[in-house]
């Protein structure tokens, strides 16, 4: 079983900067990617960010040289800097991952829990 656990949002006033962190553990034979969506309400989920195994990141244009996502040497925990928050930047924001639990077994995608980023005054 896998599980990816997130951390860090919050309430932020604009302008502000928040860390999110997101930890994968349990069954795990590879990590491809990891990753951050967010959902606003009334919205759908969007792509916020991703970095592969090989550290290679894609950035949503809304995001770019703003947020800056990165990982851990271990390569089990993915974190997301938010600096210059927006109020636009109110949402869930989702932690993912391409994972191949076992050897042999096929790659898969999973999802945190979500955790609230509100930027508001």
């Known amino acids: 079983q896998v599980q990816l656990v997130e951390s860090g949002g919050g309430l932020v006033q604009p302008g502000g900067s928040l860390r999110l962190s997101c930890a994968a553990s349990?069954?795990?034979?590879?990590?491809?990617?990891m990753g951050w969506y967010r959902q606003a309400p009334g919205k759908q989920r969007e792509l916020v960010a991703t970095i592969a195994s090989n550290g290679s990141t894609i950035y949503a244009d809304s995001v770019k040289g703003r947020f800056t996502i990165s990982k851990n040497n271990a390569w089990n925990t993915v974190y997301l800097q938010m600096n210059s928050l927006k109020p636009e930047d109110t949402a869930v924001y989702y932690c993912?991952?391409?994972?191949?639990?076992?050897?042999?077994?096929?790659?898969?995608?999973?999802w945190g829990q979500g955790t609230q980023v509100t930027v508001s005054s």
């Open positions: 993912n991952a391409d994972i191949r639990p076992y050897v042999g077994n096929p790659r898969r995608t999973y």
């Open positions: 349990g069954s795990i034979f590879s990590i491809y990617a």
